[in-house]
C-alpha cells in the first residue's frame, strides 16, 4: 500500500474508531499478557518495552500506547507522529507498527488487543518501502498467538537435502507449543496457515516467496536477495536498497514476507546447505529478537536491513 493510501486509511480508521465508541460499545472482558516495543531504525536500537498482565477490555493498539507514552498524532488521530518526542526527522522517516509480526492492515486506531500479542512500533526510512508485510523479530509470534487473535496452523515444508536443519526448526517449534504438520516444498500450506519453508535458494526455485524477494523490498518487505548461479550468493541491502554487503558459500538467511492479505510465509534458507543449518540455528527468539530479517555467516548475526560498512 502506497504511502497516501496509508495516511487515508489512517484518517479513515480513526473516524471510524469515533463513530464504533459514540454507538456506546462496551468495555468487554479484557485481556492479558501484552507486550509493547518501541525501536528506532529497523530494530537496531530499542527505546522503550513494557510487559502489560492486565489489558481494559476492547483496549487498541493507539489507546495502549497512549497510556504508557505521550503519542503526537495526525490525521484525525489515526497516524502517529511521534513517541515521547521521537519523530521522523524527514519526509522520509515515520512510524510503523506490526503485532505478532505482522503488518496491521488496519490503522492503530481500530486494531483490537488481544491476549499475548507483541505490539511492536518502529521508526524507520521507508525509501526502498513502505510496506514491510512480515517481520521475524517478535518469534514466537505469530505462531503462538497467530494474527487478530486467531491461532493459525503451522505447515513446515522442507527440501530433502536439508533434514537436520528441517529436524532443527520442527523441535524449536515443538519446544514453544507449537503443532506443525510436515511436507514437503511445493506441495502448499493453504491459504489459512502459517508456512515455514526449509530449503537453499536453489530448493526454493518455483516458490512465490522467492519471487518476491527477488524483486527486492517494494514487492517483500526482506531487505536481502540471492544472485549468481543456482543463488549462490546473499546479497545484504541497506535502508535505500543498495547492496551493502555480499555474502557466499555458508550464508543463510531467517526473513518473512507475504503476498498480499495472505498469511506470512517464513524462510530459512541459505546459499547451500551449509548456509540454510546457519540459519536453522538462528532460529530462535534471542537470535531473532527485534530484526526484521536476520542473515548468518559463520559465527556472525547480521540483522538486515544492513548499514554500509557493517
Given at each position: ?13 480513526a ?36 510487559t502489560q ?68 512500533w ?5 525509501d ?17 498467538h ?24 520442527s523441535?524449536?517449534l ?32 518455483g516458490e ?12 517483500s ?17 541497506d ?15 531467517v ?9 506470512p510465509t ?21 537470535a531473532?529478537?527485534?530484526?526484521f ?11 538486515v ?6
Amino acid at each position: 500500500m502506497g504511502r497516501r493510501a496509508r495516511n487515508a486509511l489512517a484518517a479513515m480508521t480513526a473516524v471510524t474508531a469515533a463513530a464504533i465508541a459514540g454507538c456506546g460499545l462496551g468495555p468487554g472482558r479484557g485481556t492479558s499478557d501484552v507486550t509493547v516495543t518501541i525501536t528506532r531504525g529497523f530494530g537496531a536500537t530499542q527505546v522503550a518495552q513494557l510487559t502489560q498482565r492486565t489489558v481494559p477490555g476492547s483496549e487498541t493498539v493507539m489507546r495502549m500506547l497512549e497510556r504508557h507514552f505521550t503519542v503526537r498524532t495526525r490525521y484525525g488521530g489515526g497516524f502517529v507522529e511521534s513517541i515521547d518526542g521521537l519523530s521522523g526527522s524527514s519526509s522520509r522517516l515515520d512510524w510503523f507498527y506490526y503485532v505478532n509480526g505482522v503488518e496491521a492492515p488496519m490503522g492503530a486506531a481500530t486494531t483490537a488487543v488481544h491476549r499475548g500479542d507483541r505490539i511492536w512500533w518502529d521508526l524507520h526510512d521507508f525509501d526502498a518501502t513502505d510496506s514491510v508485510p512480515a517481520v521475524v523479530g517478535s518469534f514466537p509470534e505469530p505462531f503462538l498467538h497467530g494474527v487478530g487473535g486467531r491461532r493459525l496452523p503451522t505447515a513446515l515444508e522442507c527440501a530433502s537435502d536439508v533434514a537436520k536443519a528441517c529436524a532443527r526448526v520442527s523441535a524449536e517449534l515443538d519446544a514453544i507449543g507449537v503443532p506443525v504438520a510436515m511436507q514437503a516444498i511445493g506441495t502448499g500450506s493453504g491459504t489459512d496457515s502459517l508456512a515455514v519453508i526449509v530449503g537453499t535458494w536453489r530448493d526454493l526455485r518455483g516458490e512465490i516467496v522467492q519471487s518476491l524477494i527477488d524483486q527486492g523490498p517494494p514487492a517483500s518487505g526482506v531487505y536481502a536477495r540471492f544472485s549468481g548461479p543456482a543463488g549462490g550468493s546473499l546479497e545484504l541491502l541497506d535502508p535505500q536498497g543498495g547492496v551493502a554487503r555480499t555474502l557466499g558459500p555458508g550464508a543463510g538467511l531467517v526473513a518473512a514476507t507475504a503476498e498480499g492479505s495472505s498469511e506470512p510465509t517464513w524462510l530459512i534458507t541459505g546459499t547451500d546447505g551449509a548456509g540454510v543449518s546457519a540459519a536453522a540455528a538462528a532460529f530462535t527468539p534471542a537470535a531473532l529478537r527485534n530484526h526484521f530479517a536476520l542473515a548468518v555467516a559463520g559465527s556472525s548475526d547480521l540483522p538486515v536491513p544492513l548499514r554500509r560498512g557493517t
